[in-house]
Every structure is written in C-alpha cells, then in structure tokens.
C-alpha cells in the first residue's frame, strides 16, 4: 500500500479538510445587499452547480486555494440548482452571462473579473482586496 502510495502521491494521513467562510447566497434581496456592500468591501460569489463533476472539482481546488478571512473579502455560495431565481438575478444584476461553476469579483457595484470553470482559479484575487 506505501509504494502505491507513493507512486500515486496519497498520504497515509488524512488530510484536515479546510473551511471557507461561505455565506449562502439563497435570497434576491441578498443581491441589493452585496452590491452596496461592495462599497467598502470586495464581494466574492461562487456559483456552483452540485451535480457537475468539473464544478466539484474547481470548487474543490478554489478551497484549496483560499487563503483570505472574513475581514478581507466577504465571499458567497450560490447552489444554483437550489436556487436558480438567485443565479439568473445575479446575471441580470451584475451583467453577467451565467456560466457554472462561475466566479464574479464584485466591487463598487460592479463586477470586475469573472470567470468559469478552470479560469476561475487563475483570478488572483489578493489583487481586490
């Protein structure tokens, strides 16, 4: 099993798993609320679709990835499948067109970068804190 493992790259150890600081995003008043919070703070919203692999996946290297707290970005989760009122509202609000997974970069009011699948983790995001 440790030569598999190490031809594989697995650890014998589990791994902790890491937490964001989601907020649900499952309301359409949430979205008047974000645009004007973006006023003072950067806004993240991560719209993920729960039944697609390659969604999973990204979501899984974002978190892996995320080194922020809540002090420096306030950063929303999107199940759009549960909430697809909300995901098509936030294409319309911030002029968007939907993709999933899909992450918007949400400052004064607008949304500065946004991008889909893969791209999303290319977004160097310590640049809009």
Known sequence: MRLLNKI???SAE?????VLPWI????LGQLNYIEKKSEIKTQI????STRCGISSMVIKQFTDAYQFNEK????YYLDLLSNRDVSNEVGY???VLH???QLLVIKNGVVVVHASHGAINDIDLSQFV
């Open 8 to 10: 594989f790259g697995g």
């Open 14 to 18: 589990p791994r902790e798993k890491k």
């Open 24 to 27: 649900p995003l499952n309301d």
């Open 45 to 48: 919203i991560f719209k993920h």
């Open 72 to 75: 420096e970005l306030d950063l």
């Open 93 to 95: 609000k911030f002029q």
């Open 99 to 101: 993709q999933s997974p």
